[in-house]
């Protein structure tokens, strides 16, 4: 975390009032939300990396954690893609323009954006987890000359399913990251990218990275881990250059609870993001 100690201790551990700025559809089940803290000087304090995460919660509903999907280079307003599965969701869903959520962090780990300058990346998401790399993508685009050649390959399982599908077409158009778009299936007939899962398109990158200097980074279903990490191992990817976010249930958010611990490790502190080579033995985390 960049924040002073005493600017960190505020961001963590308050509760925080945030304003909801605007609510959108990203698809059928899921809303893309964003949100700006109440307190402006909060707002100052508010430093996060791609890859950490917030604790929302609701009066007489409970708490939930979700993902940043803002990049901190763009400041005065955080944002998030958030799914309805269950309770707190579907109270999160009830809120319109102008309600308040009370929040608290940023958690985790993060992404280490400042190490992976001048590398070659590879960014793979699948469903959800664009959510999380779309901060990666936006904090890559707006220090575009830190990065050496970057590539993005995001799967759906069909162009409805696409979370942020107009923003990730746009960033295809505008070039700056080369961007790859899959479905698995394209029940429209009108869909002009890949057919096919994700994976299929990482082979073709081989030629095209220098292996010993590219760090891949995933986020995805628990499914889509194994193989493209096989992918990204023919391609003689480190594997301590393969970063992975890996969520778990969690409560606290900070260390307290254990209800994030897998294999020894509390996802909430050491996570969510993982390299591969720290977690290849843990049978439960992949
Ligand atoms: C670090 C982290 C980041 C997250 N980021 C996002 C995000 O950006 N967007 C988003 O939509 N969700 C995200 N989640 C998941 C989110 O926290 C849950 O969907 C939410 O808590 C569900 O609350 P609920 O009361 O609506 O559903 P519940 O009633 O609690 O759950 C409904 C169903 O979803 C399952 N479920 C709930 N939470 C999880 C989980 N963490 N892992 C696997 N299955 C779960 C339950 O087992 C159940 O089947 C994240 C979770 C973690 C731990
Ligand atoms: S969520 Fe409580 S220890 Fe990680």
């Known amino acids: 975390m960049t924040a002073s100690k005493d600017k960190e201790e505020i961001s963590t551990y308050k509760t925080q009032p945030a304003e909801i700025l605007a609510i959108r559809d990203l698809t059928d089940d ?4 964003k949100l700006r803290c109440k307190d402006i000087t909060m707002n100052k304090d508010f430093q996060y990396r791609p890859g950490q995460f917030v604790i929302f919660s609701l009066p007489g509903v409970g708490e939930a954690t979700f ?7 763009r400041r005065d ?26 929040i608290r962090g940023p958690y985790g780990d993060g992404f280490e954006m400042e190490d992976l ?38 799967g759906a ?18 070039q700056i990251i080369d961007t790859h778009l899959a479905v698995d299936e394209d029940d429209t007939g009108e869909w002009p990218y890949n057919v ?9 990158l081989g030629e095209l990275i220098d292996s ?8 995805g279903p628990p499914i889509m881990y194994k193989f493209v990490i096989q992918e990204l191992l023919k391609l003689n990817i480190p594997k301590d250059q ?28 050491e996570g969510p993001v993982f390299t591969y080579y720290d977690v290849q033995h843990i049978k439960e985390l992949i």
């Open 30 to 33: 899921t809303r893309y939300f």
């Open 67 to 73: 993902s940043l999907s803002s990049t901190p280079t």
């Open 77 to 102: 307003f955080i944002e998030f893609g958030i799914r309805k599965v269950g309770s707190f969701t579907e109270a999160l869903f009830k809120l319109k323009k102008g309600d308040t959520i009370d």
């Open 117 to 154: 300058r001048g590398r070659d990346l590879i960014i793979v998401s699948g469903g959800l987890g664009a959510v999380p790399l779309r901060s990666v993508l936006l904090y890559i685009e707006d220090r575009r000359e830190e990065y050496n050649k970057v590539f993005f390959l995001n």
């Open 157 to 174: 399982r069909s162009p409805k399913d696409m979370l942020y599908k107009r923003d990730f077409i746009a960033m295809n158009q505008r």
């Open 196 to 204: 096919g899962f994700v994976t299929q398109l990482i082979p073709k």
């Open 212 to 219: 010993e200097n590219t760090t891949a980074i995933i986020c």
């Open 242 to 269: 393969i970063l992975m976010t890996l969520e778990r249930r969690m409560k606290c958010g900070q260390g307290h609870c254990g209800h994030c611990a897998v294999g020894g490790r509390y996802t909430c502190l």
